[in-house]
Nanobody
Framework: QVQLVESGGGLVQPGGSLRLSCAAS????????MGWYRQGPEKQRELVAT???????NYADSVKGRFSVSRDNAKNTVYLQMSSLKPEDTAVYYC????????????WGRGTQVTVSS
């Protein structure tokens, strides 16, 4: 089991920045993939970024060059640095963890709201 707690959301003006944090209840070194997803108003949940325990990253085309995912293993925390924010980035952002074993175990946080508006 992995509990994930997101923080850092809020209201920001277009062009601004925010850093989201995802604190895990156990060592993230043993978690194969950590990721960020988002769900905007009346939209389906979509991938934002992923980070493997081998430090391979993957980003949605819509956020490439603006968002950056990183980790602090000592704090069991994954970050999503968001800059040049746009109104269309408004969404609830969810942290995700996947552990590959005989099957894939998937865990989700409860989400943090990000609103980009002037």
């Amino acid at each position: 089991q992995v509990q994930l707690v997101e923080s850092g959301g809020g209201l920001v003006q277009p062009g601004g920045s925010l850093r989201l944090s995802c604190a895990a209840s156990r060592s993230i070194v043993s978690i194969n993939v950590m990721g960020w997803y988002r769900q905007g108003p009346e939209k389906q949940r979509e991938l934002v970024a992923t980070l493997t325990n081998g430090d391979t990253t993957n980003y949605a085309d819509s956020v490439k060059g603006r968002f950056s995912v990183s980790r602090d293993n000592a704090k069991n925390t994954v970050y999503l640095q968001m800059s040049s924010l746009k109104p269309e980035d408004t969404a609830v952002y969810y942290c995700n963890a996947r552990i590959f074993s005989s099957t894939v175990f998937t865990f989700w946080g409860r989400g943090t709201q990000v609103t980009v508006s002037s």
